[in-house]
């Protein structure tokens, strides 16, 4: 790997940054560029310097990319092979894809801001995994025998629901990507993927490595592009069947309208949050303010489940501050690569500014700020560990989804009273209960409103374990078998039995 050597602070820890291998669009198995030859930038947050340009798709590409995933569909033998023959090369995906753990987990840090030692650990792995996962499922998709009232005999049959558009938010862009990618082509699907512009490095990658596993040129496309031009043509295209969105509550609604008033496709909405985490008068202490940090640290608060609003009862509130407070000055923010670091930059130069923007709210509202609340460092997009105390309901920062490092603590007395305040928005991802109490736990776990739920735990996320929203946290369920649904249909065969009267 041609590479750049940079020095994160720790001699033992030179770091390699790769060469950017691949910039263009990804469109039936060929890198090309888009057709206006247009690009765009990609930029490093820990610097806010360039990175590299890249292929800007627009209209004219996806269509292209859409005719060659149509005619993969409709002529090629992805869809046809038996599903072991698929999951043999989605296996064979899964080994390249680890063989190229390092390379991959680097390019989500320059792209994403993501911590290196964890994209290692953590994010490449669960890609991989993630499309073992489907793989193993791919020969096992099989429909019902039908119990008729009639002299007929029925079955059902579980077909690949055509060309899918598959559109990736930008903070766990190796994730979303297998999560979208692999439950689909398990299921026989073709498909154009259009990453956040903020981080098309690792999609790419894994365009070049789908050709290398051997799926057939044209099942996976990629189109590198912004939202309004190339996701939106996508979201309207009249010959995309299906689109599996990640993103916005926002821009999950007009996804929601292009299908609307194109060709009705349908479409799945894995939208924003504003998770609670519940923390009980028993809770082990330490165990609460370490989930707690963890639930809104991880990935520095830009992950969809974070439990940005942290409530805890009286009993324990005051005590619960103080460890917070100590904590937060333990925590390392600093370089990505560096091992040492606990919290990298925020993805992007708009979402760093949007956060301190929420964080002056906090402060003009009234809340009263006990740990960080500025920038940290003199370059990059980085924030330091922020919590507000005495946060009312109605205040921005616990209504809106921050997307960073911004925790609102609040205090309460009893269940009912932190059931109805959880239930108290507009999102449903995600909730946390730490209590030893198990009716307390069963209790709240049923009451909340809520796609998942995590008792005395908190991201403790699966491959088997579907997660998805409720109210506007958007529809459609992620990881597990559910997920294959998304990108299945069934068809009903009917026929009389022999010398029924239907004959
Ligand atoms: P975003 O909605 O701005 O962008 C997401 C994707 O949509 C990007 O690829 C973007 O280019 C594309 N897009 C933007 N405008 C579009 C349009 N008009 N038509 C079609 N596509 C368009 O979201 P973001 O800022 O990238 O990601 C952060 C959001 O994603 C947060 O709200 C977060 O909660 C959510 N998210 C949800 C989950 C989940 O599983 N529920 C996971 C990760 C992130």
């Keep these: 790997m041609a590479a750049k050597e940079i020095s994160n602070g720790s001699s033992e820890n030179h770091l390699k940054i790769p060469k950017i291998k691949f910039t263009k669009l990804f469109i039936n198995g060929d890198f090309v560029d888009a057709v206006s030859?247009?690009?765009f930038e990609t930029i490093d947050p820990r610097t806010g310097e360039v990175t590299t340009k890249i292929a800007e798709g627009d209209r004219e590409d996806v269509d292209l990319a859409v005719k060659a995933a149509r005619e993969a569909f409709d002529h090629g033998k992805w869809p046809r092979m038996p599903g072991c023959e698929r999951g043999k090369i989605m296996m064979k995906y899964a080994d390249l894809i680890e063989e190229n753990a390092e390379e991959l987990a680097a390019l989500d840090t320059i792209d994403a801001g993501k911590l290196y030692s964890?994209?290692?650990?953590?994010?490449?792995?669960?890609?991989?995994?993630?499309?073992?996962?489907?793989?193993?499922?791919?020969?096992?998709?099989?429909?019902?025998?039908?119990?008729?009232?009639?002299?007929?005999?029925?079955y059902t049959l579980r077909e690949p629901i055509g060309v899918v558009g598959h559109i990736t938010p930008w903070n766990f862009p190796s994730v979303m990507f297998a999560m979208k990618v692999a439950p689909a082509l398990a299921a026989g699907c073709t498909m154009v993927v259009k990453p956040?512009?903020?981080?098309?490095?690792?999609?790419?990658?894994?365009a070049y490595l789908s050709k290398l596993a051997g799926i057939p040129d044209g099942v996976l496309n990629v189109v590198t592009g912004f939202g309004p031009t190339a996701g939106a043509a996508i979201t309207s295209h009249m010959d995309i069947d299906k689109v599996s969105f990640t993103g916005s509550t926002e821009v999950g609604r007009l996804v929601m309208q292009a299908a609307a008033t194109s060709n009705l496709k349908p479409v799945s909405l894995e939208l924003g949050g504003k998770s609670p985490l519940i923390i009980f008068n028993d809770a082990d202490l330490d165990m609460a303010v370490n989930l707690a940090f963890m639930g809104i640290l991880y990935n520095k608060g830009e992950i969809c489940v974070a439990g940005s609003r942290v409530y805890v009862q009286e009993g324990i509130y005051d005590e619960f501050v103080k460890k917070a407070a100590?904590?937060?000055?333990?925590?390392?923010?600093?370089?990505p690569f560096d091992p040492r670091s606990q919290q990298g930059p925020q993805a992007d130069k708009q979402q760093f500014k949007k956060i301190l923007s929420y964080i002056e709210h906090g402060k003009t509202e009234g809340a009263t700020l006990l740990t960080g609340g500025k920038a940290w460092g003199e370059k990059g997009y980085y924030i330091e560990p922020t919590i507000f105390t005495d946060v009312k309901e109605d205040m921005k920062i616990a209504r809106d989804e921050i997307f960073g490092p911004v925790m609102s603590l609040m205090k309460f007395k009893t269940m009912d009273e932190a059931i109805q305040r959880a239930n108290s928005t507009r999102y449903g991802l995600a909730a946390g209960i730490v209590t030893k109490d198990l009716n307390v736990a069963n209790t709240v776990s049923r009451?909340?409103?809520?796609?998942i739920i995590w008792i005395n735990c908190y991201l403790a996320f699966d491959k088997d374990c579907p997660y998805g929203g409720y109210k506007m946290s958007g529809f459609g369920r992620d990881s597990g078998l559910h997920s294959l649904e998304k990108y299945l249909q069934i068809k009903s065969v009917v026929t009389p039995i022999y010398n029924s009267p239907w004959l």
């Design 118 to 154: 964890l994209g290692k650990v953590a994010d490449i792995p669960t890609t991989a995994n993630t499309f073992r996962y489907y793989a193993g499922a791919a020969d096992k998709i099989h429909g019902e025998t039908l119990k008729m009232s009639r002299e007929l005999q029925g």
């Design 326 to 335: 100590e904590k937060a000055k333990t925590w390392v923010v600093g370089d």
């Design 37 to 39: 030859g247009k690009t």
């Design 196 to 206: 956040a512009e903020q981080t098309p490095l690792s999609t790419l990658f894994y």
């Design 447 to 451: 009451s909340i409103r809520a796609g």
